[in-house]
């Protein structure tokens, strides 16, 4: 079993090895690669670093979401509460009110029996039963002012003309019993026992009562919280601005998405003070009352922001560097392509004409002899001398030898110019060209014309005199066949080159061969 896991073991790392190689060669070859893959990482790196900022503002959102809901709940109990208690009392200062037995009783028992200990809440600014023609007729303080009258005020109408209205919440009023108190009035009807309207039983609530609640909600420095009823009457708002309790809302976009729901959240801007919040709300059970926390959506996002920049600013940094790091190690991979390419070109080529060198004529005629021997296709090859270039080099010097060197060599490769033919310098003032699928005639042809061309080519000299240059061309055509050797077409080339000079030079000499020369064709 060891045996089994060691072998697996080395197995992996075997072609672990292979892969990272393949890797490596595949990078080394394509040198973009390195900085196109730097540059999707850091966008990739870049754009789930935006999801997550992304994810965080919604998680930020969601939490201040969630808090506000918790304070909106709070108000609301709180309210709640408070109201049905409050309602209890009214309760309780109706039956007192139409009790018979209890007007025979002294004034003292009589406000006991109909003023519980409710009444003196601290936030109440009173409870009053009022009578059938708006005069105060009884308060829990004991103190009556005959010279009020309450008869216009709007919860004392609204009993007057229905004895359905149930529990009422005025809007706001100053107290004419309390010195101009800012209030807002709980009120039950009182009725007779033929069921008339006999008055209204008032609980006076300072107006002070919903504006403690609020001030204990921390909503930010540029956040609101406020209590309003469901007609867009201000009760209470943090922060306070007196001249805005009693004012109404109604015709505010923000306003108008509350009263068509029961509770929600969204985020509006504020027509009084342009400042975009996101607005959670909430009915008050059995009271018109509604209960709204709105903080700033840009204090809710501050920390989110303070975070966003630094890791934005982070990623952008190293985001930056990768990809600068990326594609210097391109351009440097791209650099080393090219200096090695370079180097493979110097190593294949003659310096001075340009041309393969010997070596790569070497190669290539194993290789397309190997093929004409699979295809059964002719192959030829030429070899090329410079009549009399020992004393052209005598006479004029090796600069201007150099040149008809350059100058032949450019007639050569111009002729030749088929992307698989072999045009190389042999040595010295001998030129070698290799024809793959070339018969002889072919190659005569082709032989030909590099011979023409050179005698039409003028050479000039260093010292700007032009001199005329002819070569000697050898051809050498065959089929390979077993057991022959591509070194012997090349010396049947030459031979033919041979045959060419004695012939007289500036001429042609062809040769189909075997493994000896069939046929033998000279031309000029």
């Known amino acids: 079993m060891a045996r089994q896991t060691l072998s697996l073991r080395r197995r992996w790392r075997k072609r672990l090895r292979v892969y990272g190689t393949g890797v490596s060669r595949y990078v080394g070859n394509h040198p973009f690669f390195a900085g ?63 009790n018979q037995a209890a007007r025979t009783l002294p004034a003292g028992v009589q406000r006991a029996v109909m003023f519980d200990r409710a009444t003196t809440a601290a936030y109440l600014g009173g409870a009053y039963v009022i009578g059938r023609d708006g005069q105060v007729i009884a308060s829990q303080s004991g103190e009556v002012n005959a010279a009020v009258r309450l008869a216009d005020r709007d919860y004392f109408l609204a ?128 009271t018109p009352l509604i209960a709204v926390v709105a903080p700033a959506v840009d204090e809710v996002l501050a920390p989110w922001w303070r975070r966003s920049r630094i890791v934005g600013g982070l990623t952008l940094t190293f985001g930056v560097v990768f990809v600068m790091v990326s594609w210097l190690l391109s ?95 042999y040595g010295g003032e001998e030129f070698a060209v290799i024809l793959p699928d070339t018969p002889a005639e072919g190659a005569l042809n082709v032989a030909e014309k590099i011979r023409r061309k050179v005698q039409s080519q003028d050479v000039i000299r260093s010292d700007g005199a032009i001199v005329a240059v002819t070569v000697s061309v050898g051809c050498a055509t065959c089929v390979p066949a077993e057991g022959a050797n591509a070194l012997d077409l090349l010396a049947a080339a030459d031979r033919q080159l041979y045959a060419a000079k004695a012939a007289g030079r500036n001429r042609v000499s062809s040769a189909t061969w075997a493994e000896r020369p069939m046929t033998q064709h000279s031309s000029m």
Not at 61 to 78: K, P
Not at 167 to 179: C, E, G, I, K, N
Not at 247 to 257: E, N
Not at 374 to 380: N, V
């Open 159 to 286: 009993h007057q003309r229905s004895p359905a209205v149930g529990l009422y919440f005025s809007h706001p009023f100053r107290s004419r019993l309390r010195d101009g108190k800012l209030s807002i009035g709980l009120t039950r009807r009182i009725d007779r026992t033929d069921g008339t309207f006999a008055g209204v039983a008032l609980l006076a609530i300072r107006i002070e009562y919903f504006q403690h609640l609020l001030d204990r909600i921390d909503t930010g420095r540029l956040g609101s919280v406020f209590v309003v009823m469901d007609d867009g009457t201000l009760l209470a708002r943090k922060p306070l601005s007196s001249r805005d309790i009693g004012s109404s809302i109604a015709k505010s976009p923000t306003f108008q998405v509350m009263a068509a729901h029961n509770a929600g959240t969204y985020a509006a801007i504020s027509a009084v003070d342009g400042v975009r919040r996101m607005y959670t709300y909430a009915r008050v059970p059995g």
């Open 36 to 98: 196109m893959a730097g540059t999707l990482v850091a966008v990739s790196m870049a754009g789930l670093t935006l999801l997550t900022l992304s994810t965080g503002r919604a998680d930020a959102l969601d939490h201040a979401r969630d808090t506000s809901q918790n304070l909106v709940a709070i108000i609301s109990t709180d309210l709640e509460r408070n109201v049905e208690i409050y309602d209890l009392s009214l309760q309780a200062m109706v039956d007192g009110a139409r």
């Open 331 to 425: 351009f440097a991979l791209r650099d080393k392509l090219r200096a090695q390419a370079a180097l493979v070109r110097l190593a294949a080529t003659d310096p001075l004409t340009g041309l393969s060198n010997r070596r790569v004529l070497d190669n290539r005629l194993d290789e397309e002899w190997r093929r004409a021997r699979r295809t059964g296709q002719p192959l030829s090859a030429l070899f090329i001398d410079i009549d009399h270039f020992k004393q052209f080099n005598d006479t004029y010097g090796h600069a201007s030898g150099d040149e008809a060197l350059s100058a032949v060599a450019e007639c050569i490769a111009a002729t030749v110019r088929r992307a698989v033919d072999v045009v190389a310098r």
